[in-house]
């Protein structure tokens, strides 16, 4: 009785053969991530108010003040812009 076809004997896996081009290509060429910045983006970017120093003076001032606990937070203006938000939630 016979359990392995001759042909069979010492075959390579079918499979095995449409791998490896695909390997043999990716270990020649290596793709890189590449990423462009839009000239409008560039543009958004250089004017942005960031760098400004009056919004800068400002943003420390407002760090200083959250430091030493003089900074004063008015419920009713938070209020005023949650109350929308939270009605549009609601709703859904």
């Known amino acids: 009785m016979k359990i392995n076809q001759s042909q069979r004997i010492g075959a390579v ?20 991530d590449e990423v462009q910045i839009s000239a409008e ?5 250089s004017t ?3 760098n400004d120093p009056e919004r800068t003076k400002r943003i420390d ?11 004063h937070v008015e419920s009713g203006k938070i209020a005023e812009k949650l109350l929308p ?8």
């Open 13 to 32: 896996n079918p499979y095995q053969k449409q791998n490896d081009p695909q390997t043999e290509g990716l270990s020649r060429k290596r793709k890189k």
């Open 41 to 45: 983006a560039q543009e958004m970017l």
């Open 61 to 71: 001032e407002l760090k200083d003040s959250v430091r030493s606990g003089t900074y």
């Open 48 to 50: 942005s108010r960031a």
């Open 85 to 92: 938000y939270l009605k549009k939630n609601n709703q859904e």
